[in-house]
């Protein structure tokens, strides 16, 4: 007979891989995040590039710049506009926290 139905283990599996076993900080998934920028805007930040550094800039100018791509008011943005809409408000503060805190 075959059985039907997902085994209780396989749940269990799932369980434990949606629950990271060490909570991460917002600082740490910033991090992650930043990851995602650092092909365009050079690590952690430091633009080796025409694309504008981020490091060490303030975080209220990042953050706004964040939310000026995001919504549009921006109107000159090449690529931001489409990126910054992948992110939540919570997730820009942070990733502008994170590259505000590093050296340029
Ligand atoms: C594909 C390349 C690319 C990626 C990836 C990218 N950016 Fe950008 N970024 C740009 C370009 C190009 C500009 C200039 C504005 C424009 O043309 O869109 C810019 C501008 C900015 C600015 C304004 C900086 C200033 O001083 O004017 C901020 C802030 C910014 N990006 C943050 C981010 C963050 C945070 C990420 C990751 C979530 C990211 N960018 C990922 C290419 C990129």
Request: proline share 3%; hydrophobic share 45%.
């Amino acid at each position: 007979m075959i059985k039907r139905g997902v085994p209780a283990f396989t749940l269990l599996a799932l369980a434990a891989a949606a629950q990271p076993a060490v909570a991460q900080s917002v600082e740490e998934r910033a991090r992650d995040w930043a990851a995602a920028c650092s092909s365009c805007h050079g690590f952690e930040g430091r633009s080796a590039s025409e694309v504008p550094g981020l490091a060490g800039k303030a975080k209220a100018d990042l953050y706004r710049a964040l939310l000026d791509f995001k919504s549009g008011a921006n109107k000159t943005a090449t690529v931001m506009h489409q990126l910054a809409r992948g992110y939540s408000d919570a997730q820009l503060e942070a990733v502008a926290d994170f590259f505000s805190k590093q050296k340029r």
